[in-house]
């Protein structure tokens, strides 16, 4: 039987009840939540992904193109960076829009108020808020490349600590900033099982995007050995790759880059899952309301 009972996303729940409810939760609701990011989130996908697609594909040329022609390489270099580089400020803008519409939904849920309210109200909040959750990844991102160029602990320490920021500003808004201190002092007690829980979801996230990456890769390999074999048969000289390999390109990137959105909806829900398993560990807001409204009544 179909499991029709909603979910309730105040409660303390292990690595595996928080997983098994990611997708309990995505089930019941991806309905307002795919509607909402088509329209607010996959148009930035489709353009940008288009045109940064194909500004790859140049890159690719490019480097067949070094060692013979320099001059050709570097006019190829210019021309692949103004594709890229809209391109993925296109990008930039529809993730951002997209993890401010997903956790505005997940805050709307836990009152209720998701059952009222409208996509275009859910896209009216999440722009509203861009501008935190931009500041919140942005200081994340900037702290992840920090623990990047101090090796991989330090690294693995600021994912783990920081992964609750933005459920954070969602639930409490705390700002940018303060999102930070917030998620640090929830998991401050419980890093492991949150760093396990990172892990688990990034494996989730990788084999869902896989499946749409593989074919992807095959073709790329493919056309690199086919044109590979054609520099060695013309004794090195450069070879073009293949005209209908940059409108490939163009459409697989955009096709992923939907994939990518589609599939972040685990990674925001599950992490909001763990934000309240935590806030009910080391506060019990959750009963305290329950006594709250014994009382009243």
Known sequence: MQNTVPV???QVRDLGQIVSTTFTFIKQNWRPLFCAIAILCMPFAIAGGFIAGGGLVGFQQMGMQAEQDPF???RLFQSSMLEVIPGYVLLLIGFILLISLVHEYLRAYQPGLHQTMTTGELIKGAISQMGPY????LLTWL???VGLLLIFFPFFYVWGVLSLALAAHAMERTGGAEALTRSYNLVKGDFWPTLGLLFVIGIIQYLLMYVVQLPVLIVTLS????TGLQMIQNEGSPT????WYSLFMSFATALQWCVMMLVYTVV???MTLKYFSRVEEKEGLGLKEKIAGFEQA
Do not use: E, F, H, W
């Open 240 to 243: 073009d790759l293949p005209n």
């Open 8 to 10: 309730q996303l105040r």
């Open 134 to 137: 931009l500041g919140a990844s």
């Open 268 to 270: 925001a829900t599950s």
């Open 72 to 74: 050709q390489a570097l």
């Open 143 to 145: 702290l992840y490349i």
């Open 223 to 226: 056309v690199g050995l086919n």
